[in-house]
């Protein structure tokens, strides 16, 4: 799916950019994978 490949590539930019903080990737993967398993469900 382009939504899965689209967070797939999301979640490797947060990891390559070490500047942000750890707790804002944490929780923008937490929203992306939440939000991609609803799409499946629905």
């Given at each position: 799916m382009f939504l899965?490949?689209?967070?797939?590539?999301?979640?490797?930019?947060?990891l390559q950019k070490e500047k942000l903080s750890f707790i804002?990737?944490?929780?923008c993967f937490l929203y992306s994978f939440c939000i991609f398993?609803?799409?499946?469900i629905v």
């Open positions: 899965g490949r689209y967070f797939y590539l999301l979640n490797i930019y947060f804002f990737y944490r929780r398993a609803f799409i499946n």
